[in-house]
């Protein structure tokens, strides 16, 4: 079982940035990829980025590329998102998640353990 504790959220213009990070507990933190999904109000749980147990693949949404970045520090048990050029629409709460296998996942599925969320908030 993983522990993970979400941290880094806030309030920020359009425009603005914002470096999530999410500190694992539990499982080698090396065995298993990690990921960033996020919720809006009504509606359903998203994927937006994923990286594999030692951060040599990255995988992105469509509306991630370009301006989002995962990466992880196996060393100090942490993955991040960082975010740039933030837009209202990507006001959500920002969910870890970590992996059940080494390697990529896009599918709540395919998810062991979730953390408690982060909200993110950008105004216009």
């Known amino acids: 079982q993983v522990q993970l504790v979400e941290s880094g959220g806030g309030l920020v213009q359009a425009g603005g940035s914002l470096r999530l990070s999410c500190a694992a507990s539990g499982r080698t933190f090396g065995s298993y990829g990690m990921g960033w999904f996020r919720q809006a109000p009504g509606k359903e749980r998203e994927f937006v980025a994923a990286i594999n147990w030692n951060g040599s693949r990255t995988y992105y949404a469509d509306f991630a590329k370009g301006r989002f970045t995962i990466s992880r520090d196996n060393a100090k048990n942490t993955v991040y998102l960082q975010m740039n050029n933030l837009k209202p629409n990507d006001t959500a709460v920002y969910y870890c998640?970590?992996?059940?296998?080494?390697?990529?996942?896009?599918?709540?599925?395919?998810?062991?353990?979730w953390g408690q969320g982060t909200q993110v908030t950008v105004s216009s």
């Open positions: 998640a970590a992996g059940l296998a080494a390697g990529i996942f896009l599918r709540p599925s395919n998810v062991g353990s």
